[in-house]
């Protein structure tokens, strides 16, 4: 069992600790994956309905929380088994360098009060979210990233709560997105496109122990260093994501905010039209235009009773 971390020590918040491949394809260089649309998607019913709202938005029966058939190629439980151990490999790496944080620090109790507020809506959209062994911890590391990897497992990195200075809104806002992700199965997803397309079935069936094979699933390598999702998997995650944290009591508005300081902080990001990723501009257009649909959403949404500030300067 991996030792917890000893809470007389000090939390280092400068390490370097490596990304786990289920979690985001590692050097990318971006400022929380640059890639990513928070707002950027159809709010639609979809997502609405899934969670158990009616109304006119619900009527329209998008498909949000529906998964695409190449999630049959790779087993669920498999792929959360991977990313189950990869999360532990990085927590440990994390403490031998004194870089995870106790449960008693303040961002950890943030974190972890949010995620309280965000998970009990995640069964609407995937009823496996109910038996998943949720976690929730704080890495001590510079990077501005974030991520929710298959079967519950989340991870901030110091460096986007203290750099960016983020409100308990903006950090629902990422969150969100961030659960979406795994709700909607897109890495299970990418996985299962990467071994059809490629004609790797039995790569992967080595890769994830099944057959008899007994590989590790940590030694995923290449296919998984490619691992990324689409423009259509972030739409459907920010779709989600922005209902699930206004459903929880948080400002669907602070995803505004929340790109205004990502793009402060990612200057020279290339222009739109040489990426698939939009722009922060663009994110923050969308955003503000789905802002109608989310209020009412926000409105009826029960309050946090406790509120929490970014890292101490």
């Given at each position: 069992?991996?030792?917890?971390?000893?809470?007389?020590?000090?939390?280092?918040?400068?390490?370097?600790?490596?990304?786990?491949?289920?979690?985001?394809?590692?050097?990318?260089?971006?400022?929380?994956?640059?890639?990513?649309?928070?707002?950027?998607?159809?709010?639609?019913?979809?997502?609405?309905?899934?969670?158990?709202?009616?109304?006119?938005?619900?009527?329209?029966?998008?498909?949000?929380?529906?998964?695409?058939?190449?999630?049959?190629?790779?087993?669920?439980?498999?792929?959360?088994?991977?990313?189950?151990?990869?999360?532990?490999?990085?927590?440990?790496?994390?403490?031998?360098?004194?870089?995870?944080?106790?449960?008693?620090?303040?961002?950890?109790?943030?974190?972890?009060?949010?995620?309280?507020?965000i998970i009990p809506f995640t069964t609407g959209c995937n009823p496996r979210s109910k038996d998943w062994r949720w976690d929730v911890n704080l890495i001590g590391d510079q990077q501005l990233n974030a991520f929710?990897?298959?079967?519950?497992?989340?991870?901030?990195?110091?460096?986007?709560?203290?750099?960016?200075?983020?409100?308990?809104?903006?950090?629902?806002?990422?969150?969100?997105?961030?659960?979406?992700?795994?709700?909607?199965?897109?890495?299970?997803?990418?996985?299962?496109?990467?071994?059809?397309?490629?004609?790797?079935?039995?790569?992967?069936?080595?890769?994830?122990?099944?057959?008899?094979?007994?590989?590790?699933?940590?030694?995923?390598?290449?296919?998984?260093?490619?691992?990324?999702?689409?423009?259509?998997?972030?739409?459907?995650?920010?779709?989600?994501?922005?209902?699930?944290?206004?459903?929880?009591?948080?400002?669907?508005?602070?995803?505004?905010?929340?790109?205004?300081?990502?793009?402060?902080?990612?200057?020279?990001?290339?222009?739109?039209?040489?990426?698939?990723?939009?722009?922060?501009?663009?994110?923050?257009?969308?955003?503000?235009?789905?802002?109608?649909?989310?209020?009412?959403?926000?409105?009826?949404?029960?309050?946090?009773?406790?509120?929490?500030?970014?890292?101490?300067?």
């Open positions: 069992m991996m030792p917890l971390p000893d809470p007389t020590a000090a939390f280092v918040t400068d390490a370097q600790v490596r990304l786990p491949t289920l979690a985001h394809a590692q050097n990318c260089g971006c400022a929380l994956h640059a890639r990513r649309r928070l707002g950027g998607a159809l709010l639609g019913s979809g997502a609405l309905a899934a969670l158990g709202w009616a109304g006119p938005a619900a009527a329209q029966a998008d498909a949000e929380c529906q998964r695409s058939s190449f999630t049959k190629v790779v087993s669920a439980e498999q792929i959360e088994q991977a990313a189950s151990q990869q999360y532990r490999q990085m927590l440990q790496q994390a403490a031998d360098k004194r870089a995870l944080a106790p449960a008693n620090h303040p961002q950890v109790q943030r974190l972890r009060y949010i995620a309280k507020r929710c990897m298959p079967g519950g497992k989340i991870a901030f990195y110091f460096g986007i709560l203290a750099k960016l200075k983020l409100d308990d809104d903006e950090v629902a806002s990422i969150m969100g997105h961030e659960v979406a992700h795994a709700l909607l199965e897109h890495a299970r997803e990418r996985m299962g496109k990467t071994m059809a397309t490629r004609g790797v079935i039995e790569l992967g069936a080595a890769l994830f122990g099944l057959g008899g094979a007994g590989a590790t699933l940590a030694n995923m390598g290449g296919e998984l260093l490619a691992l990324r999702f689409s423009r259509s998997d972030e739409s459907e995650a920010d779709a989600l994501g922005l209902v699930l944290s206004a459903k929880a009591g948080y400002r669907p508005d602070a995803g505004v905010s929340l790109w205004q300081k990502m793009m402060s902080a990612n200057q020279g990001a290339p222009p739109q039209w040489l990426s698939t990723h939009p722009s922060g501009d663009s994110r923050i257009k969308d955003i503000e235009a789905r802002l109608p649909r989310l209020e009412p959403v926000f409105a009826d949404a029960a309050k946090p009773d406790r509120r929490f500030g970014p890292p101490a300067a």
